[in-house]
């Protein structure tokens, strides 16, 4: 039973290109979430996606970065115009969906993508 | 920001039980305790979680308090592997919400 899984694991980008981190939830999952890490920092929450709807994007920079989870394939977290603060340990979490009657809303993290800029 | 409050740092011997505190005072109802942690700088590892009641699974205990304002995560016979930050979390589970992660506790396990 895989897990969340997250590719590339380590991304070097230079300053004004672009970034794109994928996700691949656990199987079954249908919820998505991106946190971001800096260095030396706790996670903060980015972005909450179900299958082609973002939910919450309250974390995300009001510039250049977005988020989607389509019908088929990965969740995409782009970056555009990278600068050198974006540099980072981005993590993806996934969930099953909401039920009252059970708890199934732990949210089970990825190994991250390390993306540096130079 | 977390609504927890934890020690920063913490060292336990190997072999010995590691007990880690959580602080929250203002948690609600619907709240439950989450429990994860990151070793290194590896993605958070999901331990354990509750509501008002203890919890045991193969990898910790959880115990939390009558009036639900704090809780101990108790790694039984710490191993140097256990070594990493461990972070306590609320969160409602009325609907898929975001974790809020505060700075956690670093334990170190010591041979």
């Known amino acids: 039973n895989a897990g969340v899984m997250q590719n590339p694991r380590h991304l070097v980008r230079r300053r004004g290109q672009e970034a794109r981190l994928r996700c691949s939830p656990m199987?079954?999952?249908?919820?998505v979430y991106w946190y971001r890490q800096l260095p030396e920092e706790g996670l903060k929450f980015m972005v909450y996606?179900?299958?082609?709807?973002?939910?919450?994007e309250s974390g995300m920079p009001k510039e250049r970065f977005s988020a989607e989870f389509p019908k088929e394939g990965p969740s995409i977290l782009r970056i555009q115009q990278v600068v050198r603060g974006d540099s980072a340990a981005y993590f993806c979490?996934?969930?099953?969906?909401?039920?009252?009657?059970?708890?199934?809303?732990?949210?089970?993290f990825g190994p991250g993508t390390r993306l540096l800029v130079l | 920001d977390a609504k927890t409050t934890q020690p920063t740092s913490m060292d336990c011997a190997e072999g010995r039980a590691a007990n880690l505190p959580c602080n929250h005072s203002?948690?609600?109802?619907?709240?439950?305790v989450y429990w994860y942690r990151q070793i290194h700088s590896q993605g958070p590892q999901y331990i354990i979680h509750?509501?008002?009641n203890n919890e045991t699974n193969e990898m910790a205990s959880l115990i939390i308090t009558e009036d639900r304002k704090s809780s101990t995560l108790i790694l039984p016979h710490a191993t140097l592997r256990d070594t990493a930050v461990y972070y306590c979390?609320?969160?409602?589970?009325?609907?898929?919400?975001?974790?809020?992660f505060g700075k956690g506790t670093r334990l170190s396990v010591i041979a």
């Open positions: 203002t948690i609600s109802g619907n709240e439950y």
């Open positions: 199987k079954g999952h249908s919820h």
């Open positions: 509750g509501l008002k």
């Open positions: 996606l179900q299958k082609e709807n973002i939910i919450d």
């Open positions: 979490a996934s969930s099953l969906q909401t039920s009252r009657t059970t708890n199934q809303e732990t949210q089970y």
């Open positions: 979390i609320v969160s409602v589970t009325s609907g898929n919400t975001p974790l809020v």
